[in-house]
């Protein structure tokens, strides 16, 4: 595996694996340092066990050196009222220092004793011994361990809180830190999806998640960037069809006139295959505009010489609108090369010429020009039809304007160049306008062939 196929520093697999290596340290932090106490707990004397038995070897002691045998005997007489376990002193040869003579179970016992310090592993009482204080004397208190200081009186309830409760609570705080990391992210996903089911379409996830650097975060930026565009899309295609709705009650209402007016069969013929021709087109640009704003696919790349190119598309023009050749100049030098689609590139260079023809002036002209741009080519068509107000040169790309301005030609600019702009941006380029001259530029930046 190369470092490259890891993932980024900020893929929510670094986050995940930080957070289990550090639940899986904190347990084994926690099975270490809480094992080694309950082992403590549950297997040693307590601090308040050694110290009665360390009091008890102290008075034994006192006893001893106060009235040796006698002394013994009598504190030991008062041991057995105090403690119900076996209580005996013996010296360093293991012999009794009392008068009570030691029978051979007790001397048997004698050889498996334990010291304070030791664990206890059975349920047994042990016998332990604790020696005298005084390290220069040679005695040891030898006891039956009472069963009030045997350990591990709470064991099995620790045993629940130690292998059970808190597993199960630093368990549930890791539940709680996945959850954050990965369900609510993923709620708030669900719920946008839920609102595009009930045509919300304006509802956006909140900035905690499109904040994120990992997966979910550009998962939910994906999100928002693809209820963007289905809105618009949405809202393009309901105002496309307002718009078509509109535009086709004009030709409609002419039909009608015709169809009820006492005009002879040949102009009536000729008027109503015009208006049909007119509605077809109509229909024929909004399906063409709805299918580009629409559409992703990309587009196969192909190298297209300008030059050429303008010399079909003025061949269509001059033969629709009667211009001659002569007024739809090209000055693009043979070496202009463009990369992109033949026919999508066409047709948008097919709407903006026929768009500077229908508002220039009939004896005006048209002129397509270019210049190399670094990597890209300049194009720019101007017309002599007036140009337009500074403030409608954005307006003109979109569907069905109508202008009010010294333009020649009905004030509007129809579907032609919102589909040459989306036909043109589709290619990787761009398409703009401004007032040049005695009418209007349109500039389109292409890439160029290599």
């Known amino acids: ?156 309830f620790w045993r629940v809180i130690t292998n059970g409760l808190i597993p199960g609570l630093f368990t549930l705080l890791l539940c709680v830190g996945l959850y954050r990391l990965l369900v609510v992210p993923l709620n708030s996903l669900r719920e946008q999806a839920n609102a595009w089911r009930a045509d919300q379409l304006g509802v956006r996830l909140s900035s905690q998640t499109t904040n994120r650097m990992d997966e979910l975060g550009e998962l939910g930026r994906a999100f928002d960037q693809m209820s963007e565009r289905l809105q618009s899309t949405v809202a393009l295609q309901q105002q496309l069809l307002r718009d078509l709705s509109h535009e086709l009650r004009t030709p409609l209402s002419r039909l009608r006139v015709a169809s009820d007016s006492e005009e002879d069969l040949a102009r009536l013929r000729e008027r109503i295959g015009r208006e049909v021709d007119g509605m077809q087109r109509l229909v024929d640009d909004t399906l063409q505009l709805a299918w580009l704003e629409t559409e992703r696919t990309p587009l196969p790349d192909e190298a297209i010489q300008v030059q050429a190119l303008w010399e079909m598309l003025t061949e269509n023009a001059c033969y629709e609108s009667g211009w001659p050749a002569e007024q739809l100049s090209c000055t693009v030098d043979a070496a202009c090369w463009v990369s992109g689609n033949l026919n999508t590139l066409a047709q948008a260079l097919e709407n903006i010429l026929r768009n500077a023809i229908r508002h220039s002036p009939a004896d005006g002209r048209v002129r397509l020009d270019a210049r190399r741009d670094g990597e890209y080519w300049h194009l720019w068509l101007e017309d002599q039809g007036g140009g337009v107000a500074q403030e409608d040169l954005q307006r003109i790309f979109d569907p069905f304007i109508r202008l009010d301005g010294s333009r020649p030609g009905n004030g509007g600019f129809g579907l032609g160049l919102s589909i040459a702009r989306n036909a043109v941006q589709r290619q990787g380029g761009r398409l703009w306008a401004e007032n040049a001259g005695q009418g209007l530029r349109l500039n389109m930046r292409l890439l160029a062939y290599k």
């Open 1 to 156: 595996m190369k470092w490259s196929d890891l993932p980024g520093k900020h893929s929510l697999f670094w986050k995940l694996a930080l957070l289990l290596v550090a639940f899986c340290l904190l347990m084994i932090w926690l099975s270490w340092s809480w094992g080694r106490y309950m082992e403590k707990q549950n297997q040693y004397l307590s601090d308040d066990a050694r110290t009665t038995l360390t009091r008890y070897a102290g008075e034994a002691e006192q006893a001893w050196r106060q009235a040796g045998v006698a002394g013994l005997d009598s504190w030991l007489q008062g041991m057995r009222q105090r403690e119900a376990g076996w209580v005996g002193v013996i010296g360093s040869d293991l012999q009794s220092l009392s008068s009570q003579q030691l029978t051979d179970q007790e001397v048997q016992h004698l050889t498996y004793l334990r010291g304070l310090e030791w664990p206890i592993h059975s349920n047994s009482l042990p016998w332990l011994r604790v020696p005298f204080p005084d390290t220069s004397s040679v005695g040891s208190l030898v006891i039956e361990l009472p069963r009030r200081f045997m350990p591990g009186h709470y064991q099995l």
